[in-house]
């Protein structure tokens, strides 16, 4: 029984961003924080790779998370993210299907 909406991306920055466009990530988990509909946004990076920035996300379905990029301040964040990054990979949409956290 699927029980929610995941989505792994990988961010690559350009040359030497990466902590910048983490920290900018970082801001937009803490707005996640005011969307019931977000149950889980966390931001990490590679010490193996310089220059990218990982973003997995657990929604209650896809519909709410595409809704969510309407949101102002969502918006905001990627506006300021956006000169940072050179290349997005949405590797993975997933069907949550239960576990910790969920």
């Known amino acids: 029984m699927r029980v929610g909406y995941g989505l792994i991306t990988t961010f690559h920055a350009h040359a030497g961003q990466q902590k910048e466009l983490a920290e900018i990530l970082l801001e937009g988990a803490a707005v996640m924080e005011e969307i019931p509909a977000c149950l889980e946004y966390v931001v990490g990076t590679s010490e193996q790779d310089e ?24 918006k905001a964040v990627i506006e300021r993210g956006a000169p940072l990054i050179r290349e997005v990979e949405r590797n993975k949409e997933l069907d949550l299907l239960g576990g910790k956290g969920l």
């Open 51 to 74: 220059d990218t920035v990982f973003v997995v996300e657990f929604w209650t379905d896809e519909g709410r998370h595409r809704a969510s990029l309407d949101n102002p301040a969502v």
